[in-house]
Every structure is written in structure tokens, then in C-alpha cells.
């Protein structure tokens, strides 16, 4: 179960790549702190025993993004997928019209949270959002069935623009905004 959440984590974070900054044919490396790591896996693995765990990928993430290098320094993984990784995530999965919409709505000069908000409505009426006072983000939102979209959204109003990050629910915990 914890590789079938690590490939989905690592596709959505190459479809949202994909989304920012186009489609390449190429290699990329996406890092994950070994806290994200062992919350795919229900685990609380230190950085070697996790890197023991990734050393061999299964068949099942293999065949789809490749042979994936993972190397950690510290708690600081590093997955290094192959270019034909890229590739099947941009010929063989369902693009995230969501995260295309949103993307281009954040890169709008002028964007507001009410747009935000209303991008979100237009995926769903059951939404929650909650202010949020930590000086890294004001407003959080999230779908209340995550079964197709498990992200957070946090956003930060900068003046001139609005920047967002996504976290998995586990991750935002730890955070403990």
C-alpha cells in the first residue's frame, strides 16, 4: 500500500510540473523529507532503513516511471526519475484539469482569493476552508472528499500575487499550522 501512495504522490507531483512549466522529455528529481516517506509506508524508518526500503521499487512503480534512482542525504530524500517517467505521466495519465486551472489562474496578474474560491466550488460545493494566522500562509482550503483531490491548499496573499503550496494531509499535520 505505501507504493501505491508513493507513485501517486510522484505522478501528481509530475503532473503538476507538467502543469507550471510545460511538458519536457526528461530526467527530474523530486525530494521528500523522510517524514513524508514514512507516512506513505505507516512507518517510522530511519533514513537507512528507509533508503533499504526504496533501494528495489516495485514492478508496479518501475513499469511506469522507469528505474527510479533514490538516494538520501540525511532525511532528505532525492528520487531521480528517468525521462520516460516524464513521459508516461504526460501519454498515459488523465491530466489534472484542476491543477492546469488553478496554475493558471495563480500565474494571472490581479488573481484573487475569491477566484480561488470559486475555482474550487466549480470542482466541488463541499469545500473547507479555514484563515490561517502563521505568517507563512492565509488561507487554507482542501475538498472534503479527497478521495480524488487528498491535497491541502494553503495560500499566501503577497500583494501582487498569490503563491500556494499543497501538502498531503499527514504532512500538514506535522507542520502543526
Known sequence: MGYDKLER???DIIKEEQAK??????DIRLYYPLSSLNHFFNS?????EMQMRLDTLPECVTSKLGQ???????DRFCFHIPQEGTV?????TSPNEFIHQLVELIGKHGCTMNEILDLFHTYSENIITEQMNNGEFDRLIRFADNSKDPYYYCFKDEGCHIIYHRFLPEDYADFNF
Open 44 to 48: 517510522s524508518d530511519s533514513a537507512d
Open 21 to 26: 512549466l510545460g511538458f519536457f522529455k526528461e
Open 88 to 92: 508516461y505521466v504526460h501519454d498515459n
Open 9 to 11: 504522490n510522484l505522478i
Open 68 to 74: 527510479i534512482e533514490v538516494s538520501h542525504k540525511g
